[in-house]
């Protein structure tokens, strides 16, 4: 079981996306140990921001890929 959980934080995608939660939550408990509540809402935050992120880079993408297949075959 052990194993099982160390694969997936280095599965690419899901260490991404775990890697991110876990990295704000340990890095802000690093910085202020005293508050775990803080060192949560600053890790969802994190995820969040990184989640919202990826979809902008993915929209930004699907457009200009867009605009180049249409200027190619028009």
């Given at each position: 079981s052990a194993e099982r959980n160390r694969s997936l934080l280095f599965f690419p995608p899901a260490g991404l996306i775990?890697?991110?939660?876990?990295?704000?939550?340990?890095?802000?408990?690093?910085?202020?140990?005293?508050?775990?509540?803080?060192?949560?809402?600053?890790?969802?935050?994190?995820?969040a921001a990184f989640i919202l992120g990826t979809g902008m880079k993915l929209a930004v993408s699907l457009a200009i890929g867009f605009y180049v297949i249409r200027a190619l075959f028009v």
């Open positions: 775990i890697g991110a939660f876990v990295g704000a939550f340990v890095g802000e408990l690093i910085h202020d140990g005293s508050d775990k509540l803080k060192a949560l809402r600053v890790a969802v935050s994190s995820f």
